[in-house]
């Protein structure tokens, strides 16, 4: 059985490996840091669930452009892992944003018009 999703959905699939990469391209960071991080950064406009964080984390890592790292940041608490940029990751991130840019300006034209008329 296939499962359907609305489009919001869909977009927001479709933008979830940039948003990831750009926010880590900041710096290092663990899961819920990421989590609140990604919608505070986004003003609301992107959150993220752990059911589709650690899974896509995973696949970023397996595809070589996430390197995670165990930190023990406060004493008596549990390591973390702590997921930063491979020079990969990097290049990835440079190719999506170069591929989003123009999307998103045209798709801004295209709603809104093109005010230069």
């Given at each position: 059985?296939?499962?359907?999703t609305d489009?919001?959905?869909?977009?927001?699939?479709?933008?979830?490996?940039?948003?990831?990469?750009?926010?880590?391209?900041?710096?290092?960071?663990?899961?819920?840091?990421?989590?609140?991080?990604?919608?505070?950064?986004?003003k609301g406009?992107?959150?993220?669930?752990?059911?589709?964080?650690?899974?896509?984390?995973?696949?970023?890592?397996?595809?070589?452009?996430?390197?995670?790292?165990?930190?023990?940041?406060?004493?008596?608490?549990?390591?973390?892992?702590?997921?930063?940029?491979?020079?990969?990751?990097?290049?990835?991130?440079?190719?999506?944003?170069e591929a989003?840019?123009?999307?998103?300006?045209?798709?801004?034209?295209?709603?809104?018009?093109?005010?230069?008329?």
């Amino acid at each position: 059985m296939t499962r359907k999703t609305d489009a919001v959905t869909e977009l927001r699939r479709g933008a979830f490996e940039l948003a990831l990469l750009a926010f880590l391209d900041k710096e290092a960071s663990f899961g819920g840091a990421i989590i609140d991080g990604l919608e505070e950064a986004t003003k609301g406009g992107f959150t993220v669930t752990e059911g589709a964080l650690y899974p896509a984390l995973g696949r970023l890592e397996k595809k070589g452009y996430l390197e995670p790292e165990m930190r023990k940041d406060i004493e008596g608490r549990k390591a973390r892992k702590y997921y930063s940029l491979t020079p990969d990751g990097k290049v990835r991130l440079k190719e999506l944003k170069e591929a989003w840019l123009p999307l998103v300006e045209g798709m801004n034209i295209l709603f809104m018009g093109d005010e230069n008329e």
